[in-house]
């Protein structure tokens, strides 16, 4: 089977979500508008298995004259967004045909969210294809100009607040990784750059022992404070729970499932860049432990006093992000265990925020001390509710308990003894927190009234579908798929 043209696929991975937004702007109807969101996300999934493909069959290729670039670590970023953008806009159905029935949501806001849906789509994609640094950056920046009135899509004062914190914190995030990338550039030996070889990151990566240390490195405090906000690491991390917790369902599954995953994504690129200066490779990486390991502390701290639900799954956010950077930050088996962690957490917190919209939706909040006995007033989503749960809590066998375990076994095989120890101490005081708030909602006392939960086929499919990914990849990694971690790890290594 011959694999498809590198132009071809990048060309289409850009136009077919803006396509999308299109079809949504001119259709009619709100299932019209809906429908081509899934239309888009069906397609953005067959795209991005065409780009794995394609690299898995001949290794990293270019394109557009080297502005775009499919590698092994942008093509797994392309395949878990595909997965994360599939699950949300299955949900997105059902959840918004529940607002319109009720009168909740009108068609402007219907078509509002699939038009910005649709942009932000491409604006993700955007980042992950793109082997320009600045034009990396851009298409971060376009993500939280073309997020953000996601989040306020029902007016009301909590959600216009959250919307502007949004804008506020993250621009100026952006604001400061587009210096730590002038630094960065500026670091390269003068003459090296011309043409579409400006801000290369291949061409970086190559420069790398060339590069200098101390321009290097300031620009990398100036990027992980940048990325890192978009990322929710702590203590950027402050607009994260407003905004998880006020935006609709969808779009919270969206950003805590994978959006935040690209500010990681910008800072991983950089990681290969500095691998090539083994004395900058290992600071930079030291930093990534050391904000790692905040924001797991500072994750388990709120966590223990949060009565939100959806603010809750927005701090196991902060969390995970964590967990993930200080995988990075270990290097080695740590390295590909925050890999894997991407693809759990992406997968576990999408299910969990489905799960948490609906269920808010019939209890009329989200506040867990009302939310009791859901797994017998809405059996579906009630399992969802509380499957979701025990995976991001890291319970065995679901896939989160294993990658977890993974980097564990990265620390210790780094001799990175107090990290380990932080990390098993606040993973340990998140479990006791959050499971209290489980176990009350699935297993309390159920509503007087009996909850009218309509999960159709969509609904159970995308439930068990779900749970059948995160048990089986806990129990089994296919090789295709260990491959693929590998490969990427690779990248980062500077390979």
Known sequence: ??????????????AVPLAGAAAAQLARTARGML??????????????????????????????????LLDPL?????????????????????YFDDEIRRGALGLPAVRLFAVLWSGSVAAMTL???????????VGLEATTLLTAFLICLHRDKGSLEATWKYILICSVGIALAFMGTILVAAAAPRGEFGGAGVLSWTRLVALGPALD??????????????????????????????????????????????MINTGLYCLMRYLAILAGTPASGAWARGLLVFLGLVSLVTAAAFILFQRSLKRLLAYSGVEHMGIIALGLGLGGLGTVGALWHVLNHSLAKTFAFCAAGRMGQLYGSHDMDRMKGTLRAAPVWGTGLWVSFLALLGVAPFALFMSEFTIFRGALQARAFWPAGIFLGAVAVVFVGASRHAIAMAFGSSPDRELDERAGVRARVLVWGAIAGLLGLGLWLPGPLARMLAEAARVLEGG
Request: hydrophobic share 60%.
């Open 35 to 68: 429908m081509s969101v899934v239309g888009g996300a069906v397609a953005t999934c067959a795209l991005a298995a065409a780009a794995v493909w394609l690299v898995w069959t001949g290794g990293p290729v270019q394109a557009a004259g080297g502005w775009f």
């Open 213 to 258: 240390p101390a321009l290097v490195r300031l620009g990398f405090i100036f990027l992980l404070v940048g990325y890192g906000t978009k990322a929710g690491l702590a203590p950027m991390h402050t607009w994260l729970p407003d905004a998880h917790s006020q935006a609709p369902a969808p779009v919270s599954a969206l950003f805590s499932g994978f």
């Open 127 to 137: 980042v992950l294809v793109s082997n320009s640094v600045g034009l990396m950056w």
């Open 1 to 14: 089977m011959t694999p498809p043209a590198p132009d071809l696929v990048t060309g289409l991975l850009l």
């Open 74 to 94: 942008a093509t797994y970023h392309l395949a878990v967004m595909g997965l994360v953008l599939l699950m949300s806009s299955l949900f997105a159905v059902d």
